[in-house]
């Protein structure tokens, strides 16, 4: 059963700070790790991916992936309002399989 | 580029009634879809795969005959809600893959589906 856990949140934090959202996988032999964002009512929007251990920048996003611990995060740095969404951690198995989700955390920022 | 679309973005239709949910890959051919479910604050569910010019696969609890599918080419599925009931009520999502980047998915705007 491949499984990908996140917390639900809401996760709260004021404005400028940062914001650390976490995602671990049960299946030891996941390639691909994804972090989507997704605004009530809309489809989800890719925000990163990330394949090798270590850290991957893209503006205010850094996504972190220790495949040891089959654990992925995603920090958010100077965290604005607009922020606040449902980010959900995606990880792909192999080759075509489909994405796996977790459930999603809420990300609350405060102005 | 990697634009998916959906059509229609919202439809109501009266319970028996089949919804017809098209997907298409504007800039990229698509060689794999995925459609899925996503009811009020709960998490996307994959109802099915498509694979260009083959049987959908569906996943557990997903009745096919219900949910047809079809993806006749590298830019367009098909999601057929057939003899819609209340429940069926939902957002639905498709996603698409890049023929030539395997992992990336690029996902629809959604359609919002009211069954009165």
């Known amino acids: 059963q491949k499984e990908v856990e996140q917390n639900s949140g809401p996760l709260s934090v004021p404005e400028g700070a940062i914001a650390s959202l976490n995602c671990t996988y049960s299946d030891r032999g996941s390639q691909s790790f994804f972090w989507y964002r997704q605004y009530s009512g809309k489809s989800p929007e890719l925000i990163m991916f990330?394949?090798?251990?270590g850290d991957k920048e893209d503006g205010r996003f850094t996504a972190q992936l220790n495949k040891a611990s089959q654990y992925v995060s995603l920090l958010i740095r100077d965290s604005q309002p607009s922020d606040s969404a449902t980010y959900l951690c995606a990880v792909i198995l192999s080759g075509n399989t489909p994405l796996v989700f977790g459930k999603g955390t809420r990300l609350s920022v405060i102005a | 580029g990697a634009v998916v679309s959906q059509h229609p973005s919202w439809v109501i239709c009266k319970s028996g009634t089949s919804v017809k949910i098209e997907c298409r890959s504007l800039?990229?051919?698509?060689?794999?879809m995925f459609w899925y479910r996503q009811f009020p604050k709960q998490s996307l569910m994959l109802m099915a795969t498509?694979?260009?010019?083959?049987?959908?696969?569906?996943e557990q609890g997903v009745e096919k005959d219900k949910f047809l599918i079809n993806h006749a080419s590298l830019t367009l599925s098909t999601l057929t809600v057939t003899s819609a009931h209340p429940e069926d009520s939902s957002f639905y999502i498709c996603?698409?893959?890049?023929?030539?980047?395997?992992?990336?998915?690029?996902f629809g705007p959604g359609t919002r589906l009211t069954v009165l």
């Open positions: 498509s694979n260009e010019g083959s049987k959908a696969t569906y």
């Open positions: 800039d990229f051919q698509a060689t794999t």
């Open positions: 996603s698409a893959r890049d023929f030539q980047l395997v992992d990336e998915q690029f």
């Open positions: 990330i394949y090798s251990n």
